[in-house]
């Protein structure tokens, strides 16, 4: 899906590592909660309560899930999953352009 269909949008934007990370909050009538954002160049690292679906729309980043030793590398068209209640790290090379699904369990 390229595009969302009668969501409300937050105007304020979700700022961090002093703007370096951005993004909009985006709602959908069903309760659904995703965040689309840019990511610049840096070492990030990140915790959720909720369950999150992470889609890199462009770019790429290398990624540290929790429990794991090995970064893994995700691109453009590829997505990775991150667990409720916990943090991971990311690496960002280049532009990261990515939408978040947050997974309400």
């Given amino acids: 899906m390229d595009r969302f269909e009668n969501v409300a949008v937050v105007k304020k934007a ?61 691109s453009e068209g590829q997505s990775f999953k991150v667990p409720a209640n916990s943090k991971f790290k990311l690496v960002i090379k280049e532009v990261a352009d990515y939408c978040c699904s947050y997974i309400k369990e």
């Fill in 14 to 74: 979700n700022v961090y590592f002093d703007g370096k990370v951005t993004s909009r909050t985006v709602l959908f009538d069903n309760g659904e909660k995703k965040t689309l954002g840019i990511m610049m160049p840096g070492e990030y690292e990140f915790g959720t309560a909720d369950k999150e679906i992470m889609e890199i729309l462009g770019g790429s980043m290398e990624v540290l899930l929790p429990g794991n030793d090995s970064w893994v590398t995700i």
